[in-house]
């Protein structure tokens, strides 16, 4: 199932079953295939961990840190000759494994318990012979994530006794019998040769004593000669194995034929290695090269595949740079014809075209040989931007033949489809941070048009009339209203968003009034509040769009993003109004309101209050009641009074009394108070709200 469908049928956002698929993935619980831009996941299917043990040939043994063993596989059963339950669950030196037990394993399991990886050879009898292997213990994390180890015993003894039977001078032809191909040859460390097989006579028409103290290369053409000699030099320099395809060599009745060459190292195995030079073998490829030109037949079928091929498709010299092969689409892109490109180098072309990273990746894979991939690369064709991937592939034919192929793709659409969903993330990050509907309308008409390629902007609210009015816009001409008669005023009230692309344009009857006048393509964008449709954005353009699916996608989740922000500030802007509401009536109140928090502090004073003070609400706030507006003589008296009431010691009787208050101007007046404690969702006091009526 694809993303959209998994979404669908669960009911969930498309962004969190995208990231949930991809943690799955990442898991290893499902496996994804993608079809053009689509996802499409698979569930996993996966071998268990205890099968693949048994299918190895190596004896495996898991054992937890108390030595007691979780698992063996059926290689070290056999081995010991012991059914399964006679080793899991027991301890390793109590069950059928104890053979293999001794103080050093047991240190080398504890070695490895802190995180070292021990390896030894292991020397047993069995059946009264001996018995070698080569054992290995792994540090591991159990299922559960106790540490562990895991042993592994691979049995080397008939390796070991080869290796004791053979003798130090085999060393050379066991090599030299492993490099078989044709022609047998050896070189010394200054590549001469020392010994070259019979069988070259057959090959060229040399005698071998003919060949002997002299190079190879001696007998190719100059130039192939001295790529030779450079070839094999950079192979000793590796000090490993090389292969030098199609060489030509010249027999000895003039005839030139193609030779592949092969090669391994020689080394002296003392105390230390020392290279004596190299054996290795020669192969008469000419029959080979032969039937690859033949094959040129091909070209023409290959051709017409390749012109089939939507993405960009070039071969070039790997020292010239010439165009060797183009297909249609790179003759389109470039607008150049095959003869045309035939005449110009890969750097002439990207220069025209400012392509800077994929001159620097062409020069990169010529230099190392190894291919290089560009993520993106922004060129100019005929005045136009467009942002390109590729990759670059060294082709090695022969040393006389070698071509980078390179395989370009353009991305310009899905950079544009990057850079909208940057902006739409970064508006999203603006509107996260507005508390009020009249903050989000400006950074929603300045970067709607360039998130969804519409041209045009509009807000509507909904009137008293039950109609939506024009409230903001941008570019286009909108109408003042959408009327409650008109379709767009039913699709609005349906609260989800629409889009109107060329195609679904023509379902709007030519008698319906549009929101905007020559729109070809429209997109609804309705707010939702208190189950209903209070506001919608409209998107027009006067271009007939066909937006994808990917930005199909984007314009529906920036839809839902606005109506969710939009709720919240509406929310929002309720509860203000509420509480400027209850602030207005506790203002004309005719007594003193003040709530006092649990230390003591003013949170509160209504109007009446700071007139009977003589304090500024401002003067009061923060400051503490008792120290501030309560006289000196009852301070004490009041303040053990409140902890009481804080504390939820007193009666509800004792929450009123008669007491004085201390004005800014050092006069008292008494009032008769009321107290009410209040409380938090969890029940504890928080604080205390108190009513005085002047006497």
Known sequence: MSVTEIADATHLNRNTIARYMDNLLVSGRVEMRTFGKAKVFFLSKRVPVSAMLNLSSEMVLLIDADLRVIQANESLLSFVGAESDQIIGKYVYES?????CSDVLTDQIRAALQGEMVRSELRLLKNGAESYLDQRIYPMVLSDGRPGVTVVWDDITEKVNSEAALEQSEAMFRRL????????????????????????????????????????????????????????????????????????????????IYCEFSGSPVLLEQEGSIFLGYNGALRDVTDRRDAELGAKRWKRFLDSVMNNIPAIITVIGMESR???????????????????????????????IGSVRLTEAHDTVALTGDEVRVSE????????????????????????????????????????????????????????????????????????????????????????????????????????????????????RKGEPVIFDKHRMKLLPESAASPMDQAKSLVLMPVIFDGRAVACVILGSKTPLSPDTVRRTLLVSTAFQISTVASRCLVQEKLQRERDRTRSYLD??????????????????????????????????????????????????RMDGFQKIIAGKVRDDDYAYVGAVLCKDGTEKTLRWRNAPLYEECGSISGVVSSGELI
């Open 96 to 100: 059928a494994c104890k053979t293999f």
């Open 377 to 492: 690369d922004r060129i100019v064709v005929n005045g136009e931007t467009r942002y390109i991937s590729a990759r670059v592939i060294p082709m090695k034919l022969s040393v006389d033949r070698r071509y980078l192929l390179t395989i370009v793709n353009d991305i310009t659409e899905e950079d544009a489809d990057r850079q909208r969903q940057m902006m739409s993330r970064e508006l999203a990050f603006i509107l996260e941070g507005v508390s009020t509907t009249q903050e989000m309308w400006d950074p929603l008409l300045e970067m709607l048009p360039k998130i969804s390629g519409y041209e045009s902007v509009a807000i509507y609210q909904r009137s008293i009339f039950d109609d939506y009015t024009l409230f903001r816009a941008k570019d286009g001409r909108f109408a003042p209203a959408i009327h409650t008669d008109s379709i767009i005023h039913r699709i609005i």
């Open 322 to 352: 010439k165009y060797y092969y183009v297909n249609k689409s790179a003759e389109l892109f470039l607008q150049k014809s095959r003869a045309e490109l035939s005449r110009m180098t890969s750097k002439e072309v990207l220069a025209k």
């Open 588 to 637: 004309v109140a005719g007594v003193v309101l003040v709530m006092v928090n649990r230390d003591g502090n003013v949170e509160m004073l209504n109007r009446y209050g700071t007139k009977i003070l003589g304090y500024t609400e401002a003067e009061l706030m923060g400051r503490n009641w008792f120290m501030t507006a309560v006289p000196e003589l009852v301070r004490k008296q």
């Open 177 to 256: 019998v492993e490099t078989i191909h044709d022609v047998i040859w050896s070189v010394d460390e200054t590549f001469c040769i020392q010994y070259i097989s019979p069988q070259i006579t057959s090959v060229t028409g040399y005698l071998p004593e003919e060949l002997n103290g002299r190079k190879l290369s001696a007998f190719m053409p100059k130039g192939a000669a001295a790529r030779f000699d450079w070839e094999l030099a950079s192979a000793v320099s590796r000090e490993n194995g090389f292969t030098l395809p199609e060489f030509p060599f010249i027999c000895k009745d003039g005839r030139k």
